[in-house]
């Protein structure tokens, strides 16, 4: 949905380096939903927040990944130190009603 | 917890032609919403459509309906007269209805070919 907008489109890093990736949910909401895909799955639920609380993150890794809503400005998932395994689409997504609608995702490589 | 399952890796259909992707769930819940999402190769997640469990009747969208069996916990997707542009990866979703802001939980997806 048009609404949900993410930055960077793609991104590349570089073994240890860190990664950034930034999500502005639809017009008026508070909450956001970040899920992530790894090639050839599906989307695995990563962390639910609302500006500046974290409400559900039972599905974040428990190192190097951190995310974040603050009361101004886009939500960020942080990802430090990199590895190959980070190699994902990474979507955020914020809900209208019962309805929950995604950006159009972040595609992180790691070389 | 909650599961999705989608048992069907990959499908195909001839254009024009009718194609069902099945979905199966496990909840212990009574109140939840039911959905698919079409990924193209664009890779971008659209809603194809939404069932809620307190509703008896099937949802369709157009060309798209469900088959709801809450019994069965079974909630499969019908497209018909297909086109080429339906090929993409098709995900079942569950989502809790006990909360205003419940996670999204995915099966594994299906992907459907369209053969002109």
């Known amino acids: 949905n048009a609404g949900v907008m993410q930055n960077p489109r793609h991104l590349v890093r570089r073994r240890g380096q860190e990664a950034r990736l930034r999500c502005s949910p639809m017009?008026?909401?508070?909450?956001v939903y970040w899920y992530r895909q790894l090639p050839e799955e599906g989307l695995k639920f990563m962390v639910y927040?609302?500006?500046?609380?974290?409400?559900?993150e039972s599905g974040m890794p428990k190192e190097r990944f951190s995310a974040e809503f603050p009361k101004e400005g886009p939500s960020i998932l942080r990802i430090q130190q990199v590895v190959r395994g980070d190699s994902a689409a990474y979507f955020c997504?914020?809900?209208?009603?019962?309805?929950?609608?995604f950006g159009e995702g972040s595609w992180l490589t790691v070389v | 917890a909650q599961t999705v399952t989608q048992s069907q890796p990959e499908m195909s259909v001839q254009e024009a032609e009718t194609v069902t992707l099945s979905c199966t769930y496990d909840?212990?819940?009574?109140?939840?919403?039911l959905f698919w999402y079409k990924q193209p190769p664009s890779r971008q997640m659209i809603l194809v459509i939404r069932?809620?469990?307190?509703?008896?009747q099937n949802a369709t969208e157009n060309r798209f309906s469900v088959n709801f069996q809450k019994a069965a916990k079974s909630f499969s997707l019908k497209i018909s007269d297909s086109q080429l542009g339906d090929a993409a990866m098709y995900f079942c979703?569950?989502?809790?209805?006990?909360?205003?802001?419940?996670?999204?939980?995915f099966g594994q997806g299906t992907t459907l070919q369209v053969k002109p």
């Open positions: 017009k008026g909401h508070s909450h």
């Open positions: 927040l609302q500006k500046e609380n974290i409400i559900d």
């Open positions: 979703a569950y989502r809790t209805g006990s909360s205003n802001t419940g996670k999204l939980i």
């Open positions: 997504a914020s809900n209208s009603g019962n309805t929950i609608y």
């Open positions: 909840t212990s819940e009574s109140d939840y919403y």
């Open positions: 069932q809620e469990a307190y509703k008896q």
